[in-house]
């Protein structure tokens, strides 16, 4: 079993930043595939970005060049770094890992950018 637990989501204003954590336990390994979903209100849930067990980075292209995601493995922990955040980007941020051909999913945490 895996748990996902995410953390650092707020309110900015456009153009801030917010850092996103997802702190992983269980039956986790530092190199499993895990990356980030958003769903904004009335819209489909859209994938974010994500690394993969190499350690490549890809990201949707909407946030291409704002957002970075990368591990902490000391901490058991994906990062999601958002700059230049824009009223678009308001959504609610959800972790996921894939472990063993299984999916797992965080709670998700809201992000709200507004002036």
């Known amino acids: 079993q895996v748990q996902l637990v995410e953390s650092g989501g707020g309110s900015v204003q456009p153009g801030g930043s917010l850092r996103l954590s997802c702190e992983a336990s269980?039956?986790?390994?530092?190199?499993?595939?895990m990356g980030w979903y958003r769903q904004a209100p009335g819209k489909q849930r859209e994938l974010v970005g994500g690394?993969?067990?190499?350690?490549?980075?890809y990201y949707t292209d909407s946030v291409k060049d704002r957002f970075t995601i990368s591990r902490d493995n000391a901490k058991n922990t994906l990062v999601l770094q958002m700059d230049s955040l824009k009223p678009e980007d308001t959504a609610v941020y959800t972790c996921?890992?894939?472990?063993?051909?299984?999916?797992?999913w965080g709670r998700g945490t809201q992000v709200t950018v507004s002036s």
């Open positions: 269980g039956r986790i390994f530092i190199n499993d595939p």
């Open positions: 690394i993969t067990s190499n350690n490549y980075t």
């Open positions: 996921y890992a894939k472990v063993l051909g299984h999916e797992y």
